[in-house]
Structure formats: C-alpha cells, structure tokens
C-alpha cells in the first residue's frame, strides 16, 4: 500500500540508544489515518512513541470493512526506495502490480514481499470480482546500506510454516521462530510471526533475548502475561516514553487490543500470550536498526537530498519504470523545513 498521506510527515529514526537494554512494556496507541476519500487505517507505526521496532518501521492496519458492491482497495501506481513492503491479509484479496512486471492476486495466509532496492513502483488494488470482507495489515521493512541499492525484487510466497500449540495457528511471515523459518528474504535479522489464537488459548513462543518486541492485534484481544520467568520483571517506563507505561513486577496481565501497539524491548527469552476469545496477533521483532534513517511519503532514505532525488525521479516518470494499469500517483509537496536526520530527537 501506499502511504496516501497528502502531507507525510518527516520521520527521522534508528539507531540504538532509543532502544532499552531491557524488557519494557510500552503500550501505544496508534493513531486513525484516512487514506484516499474514506478508508480509514490505524497506523501502529511510527508513532509519537516509536519509530522503529527492529527493521520494521511502517505498520497500517486496516479494516475488517465491508467493501460489498464497492470498489475496495484502489492505490494508484507509486514509488518505493530504501524499504521492503509485507503485504498481509485476514481476510480478502488484493491484486499486485509492479514495474518488474509481476503480477499476483494475493490471499489470507500468503506472503507478498516486495524489496525496492534502489527503486520500484507498484499499484494495490481489490480485483474486480472480490469478497466482501477486507482485513489486513501493510507493513514495511527498512533496508540496511548494504541492501538498498540493490535491484527490485518481487516475491509471492503462499507456502509458509505454521506452528501449532493448543489453540495457536502461528505462521511465520519473514525471519524464524522455534526452529520455523519463512522463505522470504530478509536484510537484517528480524522476524515476523502471525499468532491466530482460539478462546481460552494460553502459549508460550520463544522469543530472541538480543531483539526488540512489539505485538499488535488485529483482531480480538491478546494479553501479554509479565512478570513471568523468562519475561523480565515489566520495568515499563524507560523505553520511548509517549505511551501508557506500565511499570511494576506486580503488574500482571498487559490486553492488547485492535489500535494498540505494546513494545516490549529487548531482553526476553519468552512470551506468554493468552485469549479469552478467538484472537488474531502480529508478533514483529528483530535486531535494533543501526543506522540512521529519514523517511517521508513512501521512501527510506539516508539524507533530505536523495529523498528530494527520489520525489524528483518520480515525478519525471525517471528510474522507477512503469506500472501497467493506473495513472501514477503524484507525490505530496515537500515539507517547507528541510530533511535532516536528527537522531531519536522528538
Ligand atoms: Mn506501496
């Protein structure tokens, strides 16, 4: 997806010293964003609170609607540098194009991965025959130095690990868990888990001591339990702060519900989750991201200048090719101030 933001914010992040040494449980409330004329997406990520949770720094969650006689989703081709988009659907389908020529329809349960190294363009929208329910989430992976000059890729993967446990379906979307991995390609490590729990569900899923956490819910109500051994002890507060912090060993059960992000740091061997209704979970994680970055509209960059580069290329229908169908869409104005990373500086 597209952000459709017709003034994006400057969105400057990375590195570590925003991240805590240790377990925190920062529960932040995402904010509503409207997208085109009416669709309206929770956007998880970046927010006041965090800007980044691993290399994942975009999350929109959006619906479940009812796009019944309507046309669905419709964004227009636009561009991409620096990033990886994850395309993942509850329920529905989206059909995918590219510059690269791909094209897939996508369903619940499958991967679209698609990397724009230095530049791809791509359009998202419902095919014209589609179901009526639409719920999903669109999520961004940023990309390391290393990585993001490299050519455009587009990946479609339908067969993903699922780990099962009494009443949890977990599918692996990117990275690995217990010994579970996705055939997406990734750049830095990180990892990227469904969790669908049943009523009553109690799990336990192992989790990497040197990531950093978060889990949001897009549909039903998860509850994290702290103060478990393997947890930390939900010393909350010393993390990003612009959340509702909860701090205290005695605190015991954290819900987590559709429009809340809960950050839980690093620092952890386990997670203990449970359901007391049938529950949909996205558990992202992965390494802190080292490197500076300055985002704005659809690009990740490392300076104001190639984020100037990029709107420029685009506008001038230069180096991110053609999408087949659409009239591509224009980029917003550039903010008056000038793009310049700043660190973790709010
Ligand atoms: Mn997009």
């Known amino acids: 997806m597209s952000n459709l933001d017709r003034s994006p914010d400057v969105v400057t992040c990375g590195g570590r010293t925003d991240t805590p040494g240790e377990p ?47 046309p669905g989703m419709q964004v227009p081709p636009h561009p991409h540098i620096g990033l990886q988009t994850v395309s993942w659907l509850l329920a529905g389908s989206v059909h995918h194009r590219d510059s690269l020529s791909s094209e897939f329809t996508i369903h619940p349960g499958q991967l679209a991965l698609m990397t724009s190294g230095r530049a791809i363009a791509h359009s998202e929208q419902s095919p014209a025959s589609h179901p009526g329910e639409l719920h999903g989430a669109q999520l961004w992976v940023a990309l390391p130095d290393a990585a993001r000059h490299m050519a455009p890729a587009f ?48 799990v ?18 998860g509850t994290v339990v702290a103060g478990d051994p393997g947890i930390g002890s939900g010393s909350g507060g010393s993390g990003s702060g612009g959340g509702v912090a909860v701090a205290g060993a005695e605190v015991a059960d954290v819900p987590v519900g559709v429009g809340e992000l809960l950050y839980l740091g690093t620092g952890r061997t386990e997670l203990r989750v449970r359901a007391e209704d049938t529950t949909r979970l996205l558990l992202l994680g992965g390494e802190p991201f080292d490197e500076q970055l300055v985002m704005w509209w659809n690009f990740v960059a490392r300076s104001g200048a190639e984020i100037t580069e990029a709107r420029e290329d685009w506008m001038a229908g ?18 008056p101030t000038p793009l310049i990373p700043r660190g973790r500086a709010r």
């Open 204 to 221: 336990r899923l192992p989790l990497e001591p040197d990531f950093e956490y978060a889990v949001l819910a897009p549909s039903g109500v």
């Open 155 to 202: 990946e479609h993967h339908a067969d993903l690990p699922v780990l099962t446990d009494r009443g949890l379906r977990a599918t692996v979307l990117l990275g690995e868990l217990a010994g579970a991995a996705s055939p997406g390609s990734v750049h830095t490590p990180l990892v990227g888990v469904d969790l669908a729990l049943d009523a009553g569900a109690d």
């Open 318 to 335: 230069r180096r991110f090719g053609t999408v087949v169908l659409g009239e591509p869409q224009p980029a917003p104005a550039m903010p």
């Open 24 to 70: 925190v449980l920062d529960l932040l409330r995402g904010k509503e964003v409207t997208l085109g004329a009416s669709t309206k997406v929770r956007r998880l990520l970046p927010t006041l609170g965090r800007r980044l949770v691993g290399a994942w720094c975009f999350i929109d969650h959006y619906g479940p609607d009812d796009i019944t006689g309507q």
